[in-house]
């Protein structure tokens, strides 16, 4: 018997590629702790030639008596962003570098080499160069990008100016808090100044929350949007339409997975696998600029593993205050107005309820909505003409990340949830049951 840890600290990452067949970190028991530090997502991990997934996230960890058709709730205790300094914005894609897809088949335009060895040389959009003959390799660059500097608190972030963004470039690594077994590159090299002096309030949760999917696949792919990308692809990690549905959709980029927060993932493989990264210090619904302020830091949650629980995608348990106004838990003074009105109807009651999101994906929103709101039917034993229906007047559809994420989220009938097993959850989350 493999003895289980208590707390499993994650200080190491993949090359960008979940692969089920991967030797997993722990076990941590049931109810312990993972505390991981994670580095930043996107950008970083985009300019870096070797990294094969479009992110970098820790290596996964399994958990004690996960098992296929199970689920393990994360609960989100503590998310510290580490970072001085990061560098974003719209980006666009240089042809001939790559084989299908910029984010996992990189490849250098002069020798041809496949996820070829880099070096730095200077600062600036053309610093990263190819090892074997000197090339830059510049898959990505900036449409519009700025550079920005964060509190001690953690609190603002402000754009800099040329002259602060090249400074700051020059000394990447140290500002981006990037650590030694970290091997991307910053994009703070690319010292970009497009925005100056804009100020923004950080809020920071994780892009990149879940566990390993059954089928190899690129990290930032785990998902029904950047996953049909794989169907039918020329490089190495192509899928089927088939295997893409083995996907856990771990890359939500969904701005309510912050602390006290609860997500429910799917199991998929033996142990779970569960790994998180991308960790973002704040983004608008949409991330409508295709990329955010990727950050390094420290993230703890606590698993629990919940038992012949099968599902799709992720649900989560969000805020009280990230939740839509009518999907809000309903006050005391509401339910007494409202059994007052099912009196005076002749009701003998009113509907005990509570919220939860369902994560919906797909190549575009409207399939993403569709679904989610298949999972929410599944799983809630509803009709979806049913979840539409209380998706409009007790809560919302919510975008995560165009092109293709979303949140299904109502207020659902208490008995649904507890046949769903998910009753203890809304009880610890909002006092509810």
């Not at 088939?242 to 799917?266: C, S, Y």
């Amino acid at each position: 018997m493999v003895k289980h840890s208590e707390r499993v600290i994650v200080s190491t990452y993949t090359n960008g590629i979940l692969d089920p067949e991967q030797e997993m970190l722990g076990p941590v028991r049931d109810g312990g702790i993972i505390e991981a530090m994670t580095m930043p997502g996107c950008w970083g991990p985009m300019i870096t030639p070797h990294l094969r997934g479009g992110h970098e996230v820790t290596r996964p960890v399994a958990v004690e008596n996960a098992e296929p058709g199970d689920a393990v709730a994360i609960k989100i205790r503590e998310i510290t962003v580490s970072s001085k300094a990061t560098a974003s914005g719209q980006d666009r894609v240089i042809d001939g570098y790559f084989l299908g897809d910029p984010f996992v088949a990189k490849k250098c335009p002069e020798c041809g080499t496949m996820h070829p060895s880099s070096t730095v040389e200077g600062i600036g959009q053309d610093a990263i160069r190819c090892a074997e003959c000197g090339t830059p390799l510049t898959p990505f660059q900036f449409e519009h990008g700025y550079t920005v500097v964060f509190d001690d608190r953690g609190a603002i972030g402000l754009t800099v100016d040329k002259a602060g963004a090249e400074k700051i470039a020059r000394d990447a690594r140290t500002y981006a808090g990037l650590s030694d077994s970290c091997t991307q590159h910053s994009i703070l090299l690319f010292a970009p100044h497009d925005l100056v002096g804009t100020v923004s309030r950080m809020r920071p949760f994780m892009g990149q929350l879940g566990t390993t999917p059954a089928v190899r696949m690129p990290d930032s792919h785990n998902a029904g949007d950047f996953g049909v990308f794989l169907i039918g692809a020329p490089h190495e990690y192509a899928l089927t339409e088939k295997q893409l549905e083995m996907r856990t959709d771990g890359h939500m980029d969904i701005d309510a997975v912050r602390p006290g927060t609860i997500v429910i993932a799917p199991v998929k493989v033996p142990g779970a696998g569960v790994y998180m990264g991308d960790m973002h210090a704040l983004q608008g619904d949409g991330e409508i600029a295709g990329h955010t302020m990727d950050v390094a830091g420290t993230v703890t949650v606590q698993v629990h593993v919940v038992k012949n629980r099968p599902l799709d995608g992720p649900v989560i348990f969000p805020l009280t205050e990230d939740l839509p106004y009518l999907a809000r838990p309903m006050g005391a003074g509401e339910r007494e107005k409202a059994l007052a009105m099912a009196k005076e109807w002749g009701l003998s009651a009113i509907e005990e309820s509570a919220p939860v999101s369902v994560v919906g994906t797909g190549a575009d929103l409207n399939k993403a909505t569709d679904n989610g709101l298949h999972r929410a039917a599944k799983l809630l034993g509803m009709s979806v003409p049913e979840v539409r229906n209380r998706a409009t007047i007790t809560g919302a559809i919510e975008i995560g990340r165009l092109p293709g994420v979303i949140q299904v989220t109502f207020l659902a009938p208490l008995p649904s949830l507890e046949k769903a097993g998910l009753l203890p959850f809304v009880r610890e989350q909002y006092n509810i049951g």
